[in-house]
């Protein structure tokens, strides 16, 4: 028997010790979180992908009464950059939500399985890791890629 473990680093910041870029992310990802559609869960989620070309494509999560056909702010935003920037790469993407109360989150929350899992196929894509940022109130962790945030992923090579 042989015991694996996995770890995966987290670096925490204060807004102020992000790079303006990151807080530019962070602030049009909780920017996001204002055109959500929730009206079941009242859970804000908003996201923000940054381009190689420049670009930064947000989505927000859309709930719908059949909750199968709504999405995820992480999805969203990346099936939306996929459609519209197909050649490009992602660089870097930020989560921020409010809980029910309207307030962004204490402590930052994690994209769900399916976001992670389709957000590992932009990461594929990109070739390289691909960054994720992860925003409460007053503390932000920087994940290294989307890669950490599945250990264990399924891959097709």
Do not use: W
Not at 2 to 28: F, G, N, Q
Not at 91 to 110: H, L, M, N, Q, Y
């Amino acid at each position: 028997m042989r015991k694996i473990d996995i770890i995966v680093p987290i670096t925490e910041y204060t807004y102020d010790e992000l790079s303006a870029e990151d807080r530019r992310l962070v602030d049009m990802a909780r920017e996001a979180t204002y055109r959500s559609y929730v009206p079941y869960s009242h859970f804000h989620v908003g996201a923000a992908i940054e381009l190689d070309n420049g670009e930064v494509v947000c989505g927000s999560n859309q709930e719908n009464v059949a909750y199968p056909s709504g999405t995820c702010a992480e999805r969203s935003a990346c099936f939306y950059a996929g459609a519209r920037y197909p050649e490009s790469k992602f660089v870097k993407i930020v989560v921020a939500a409010r809980g029910t109360d309207g307030e962004f989150v204490s402590e930052p929350v994690a994209p769900c399985g399916a976001c992670r899992q389709a957000l590992l196929e932009y990461e594929q894509l990109a070739g390289r890791p691909v960054p994720v940022i992860l925003c409460g109130k007053d503390s932000f962790r920087m994940l290294p890629s989307v890669a950490s945030t599945l250990p264990l992923a399924f891959t097709e090579f």
